[in-house]
């Protein structure tokens, strides 16, 4: 069974329809990837998972748990977390405070939150090494690793990450993905929007390929990377 599910779902900005009836599972320890050209409806996808969007039908379930009406922090209490696009980090805020914010389900349980930047500061060092810098005048590489921590901070099943890669140099990009496979080693079910469709193809047991709000091929990623028309898009091969 599905940990987490689409079940044609529509979305639409005023008259506009981004998302066109997708359905989409991530089974339970999975990394699933959503790729696609820009304005295909893979961000609009994670946006309504999380509840900062509502669909216009459809349902999205979480477990036995419908999510399609739910509040964007009752989302968040129940077990998904979601990392935006652009990192959205509050620079004048310390990396601490910034981690501090992100267990703000546990803001009575002091013990919970201090276990939790530990965690994260196993994951990402150069954090800890950073905790009392504000955040703005991190590197674009310690923002993106700020803001995964940060969303690991509320301790989630699913963790929903749009295009973590954007902007980073390649060495960098190698380091994050290299955590997000830890992360999901330790237990944390993924999925991941990623414009990078070579690296997301390799850390993802599976993954969907919208096109204009649907979509327009699934499979083992295996199996999608051998797909002439996956390498003649997205992986530059002709």
Known sequence: MSLLEL????????????????????????????????????????????????????????????????????????????????????????????????AYKYRNDSDRVRTGRE???????????????????????????????????????VLLLDEPSLGLAPKLVQEIFRTISEINKQGVTILLVEQNARIALRVAKRAYVLETGKVALSGESGELRQDPRVQQAYLGIK
Request: proline letters at 4%; glycine letters at 14%; a positive charge.
């Open 119 to 157: 965690r994260v500061y196993q994951l990402f060092p150069r954090l800890e090494e950073r905790r009392k810098q504000l955040a703005g005048t991190l590197s674009g590489g310690e923002q993106q690793m700020l803001a995964i921590g940060r969303g690991l901070m509320a301790d989630p099943r």
């Open 7 to 102: 079940d044609n779902v529509h979305i639409a900005y005023g008259n506009i329809e981004a998302v066109k009836g997708i359905n989409v599972s991530v089974h339970d320890g999975e990394i699933v990837t959503l790729l696609g050209a820009n304005g295909a409806g893979k961000t609009t996808t994670l946006r309504a998972i999380s509840g900062l969007l509502r669909p216009q039908s459809g349902i999205i379930r979480f477990g036995e748990r419908e999510l399609q009406t739910m509040p964007a922090h009752r989302i968040v209490e129940l077990g998904i977390s979601h990392v935006p696009e652009g990192r959205r980090v509050f620079g004048t805020l310390t990396v601490e405070e910034n981690l501090n914010l992100g």
